[in-house]
């Protein structure tokens, strides 16, 4: 009887009415799938977490998740104050919307739009949290959050995606092609996490006197690995919400972003072979999140074979890229611009070059370069004035000793592991 019932009910929900409004243009199932990859979308919020953190030393994991989880709270706010209304407003001029700030009056099509928008904005914020972990005073990075997500992604985001109501965005109106986000939410997060490494410096004891990079091994791997699987299954809802319809392109969308993935996870670990390194679980996660990130653009104009060349060339482009960022002496905690910077950089031009139908057109792929050289121009320095300022006025970098005690003890007063940790945070109470 049970399995009866199920069986009624899935009838019922299946033969529920799809009507469309015409002043809204989305049925009910677009909503209802919208609706779900947005939670998709929100669900990858605990596996930058549980990735970021695991990356990081025990001492400093309670910081790390209070980034990643106030980056919600206080980001959400602020998109729908300020940010929507940049990105998505009517833009007459190609460069930022000028309405629908603190709106209100939404169909129901638009609250739905609005939701999914939000949880990308976050995502943009997030990238940052981890690249600068186990330095930086809360404060301070919650203030570089609030300007990201107020201003420098939603600008960037008006120039690429438009407007919802009036105009368009100028590179919109080029045949820009970044169809979920690889330089609109992922590089642009990248850039402006790069800015940040280079206001805040490098994690003491990260680099010898001599320059040479010192490892600093994470406290929980199964953490990070545990991470990398949600961010995966969240980026299904990443790219194939992007569609903001229940149509026949989900199944290829989603097959693209696994194929890559599972490609640039591969690559990465072939990557360490050839190169007779250690076979790094870390580097192996990073690099099938790097094919995430690159295929996000071109997945729902790619066929899945270049797909796969898509994530195979991000995997290594991962590993080449962490490297490099050690030989600048950048110290990026959990490889977060070689996975999300160039990886998106790298898989918005793979979106111009293997454009289904359109193979390798020269004019397409000027456009992407464009875009991407756009991307870093405007976000790198208005963000590293951004942290500069910050630096200035209320801090940026934790001190010495916060540092060396830990940023839990020093931020938040409390710790992730308190029977295994020698300091005495909270002295016993005195009987009366």
């Known amino acids: ?254 097959l693209n972003t696994h194929l890559a993935a599972c490609a640039a996870g591969s690559s990465a670990l072939l990557t360490m072979l050839l190169q007779r390194r250690p076979v790094l679980m870390t580097v192996t996660v990073n690099g099938s999140i790097g094919g995430l990130v690159a295929i996000t653009a071109g997945c729902a104009t790619m066929t899945p074979s270049f797909a796969i060349l898509t994530g195979l060339t991000a995997g290594v482009v991962v590993v080449l890229g962490m490297q490099l960022m050690d030989k600048l002496r950048l110290d990026d905690v959990v490889g977060a611009v070689p996975a999300h910077g160039f990886c998106g950089a790298w898989g918005t031009l793979a979106a111009g070059l293997f454009y289904q139908g359109d193979l390798f057109n020269i004019e397409r792929c000027i456009v992407q370069l464009l875009g991407i050289g756009a991307a870093l121009c405007w976000a790198f320095p208005v963000a590293y004035l951004v942290y500069k300022v910050i630096a200035k006025t209320i801090g940026l970098r934790a001190s010495t000793m916060d540092e060396q005690r830990g940023l839990d003890y020093s931020e938040h007063y409390e710790t992730a592991y308190p029977e295994f940790d020698s300091t005495v945070i909270h002295q016993p109470v005195k009987a009366a």
Request: charged share 10%.
């Open 1 to 254: 009887m049970k399995k009866l019932h199920t069986l009624f009910l899935l009838i019922g929900l299946l033969a529920l009415p799809v009507s469309v409004h015409a002043s809204e243009g989305m049925s009910n199932l677009d909503m209802a799938w919208v609706v779900i990859a947005s939670a998709l979308v929100f669900f990858m919020q605990a596996g930058f977490a549980l990735l970021e953190s695991g990356c990081a030393r025990s001492k400093n994991s309670v910081n790390v998740i209070m980034k990643n989880y106030v980056d919600v709270c206080i980001g959400s706010m602020v998109f729908w104050l300020v940010g929507y209304g940049l990105m998505f407003g009517s833009n007459p001029t190609g460069w930022f919307g000028s309405d629908h700030f603190l709106w209100t009056d939404f169909s129901a099509a638009d609250y739905t739009f609005i939701l999914y928008q939000t949880m990308f904005a976050a995502t943009a914020a997030t990238i940052v949290s981890g690249a600068i972990a186990e330095r930086t005073q809360y404060h301070g990075y919650l203030a570089g959050a609030i300007v990201i997500m107020a201003f420098i992604y939603p600008v960037f985001g008006s120039w690429s995606w438009g407007s919802r109501y009036e105009g368009s965005g100028w590179l919109a109106d080029l045949g820009f092609i970044d169809f979920a986000g690889s330089t609109v939410v992922h590089s642009v997060g990248a850039w402006v996490a790069l800015a940040a490494l280079m206001a805040v410096k490098p994690r003491l004891g990260r680099y010898d006197a001599q320059g040479r990079p010192r490892h600093i091994p994470g406290h929980n791997l199964t953490s990070v690995a545990l991470g990398g699987f949600i961010l995966w299954l969240g980026w299904f809802g990443f790219n194939g919400g992007s569609t903001l319809a229940a149509t026949q392109d989900i199944g290829l969308i989603v």
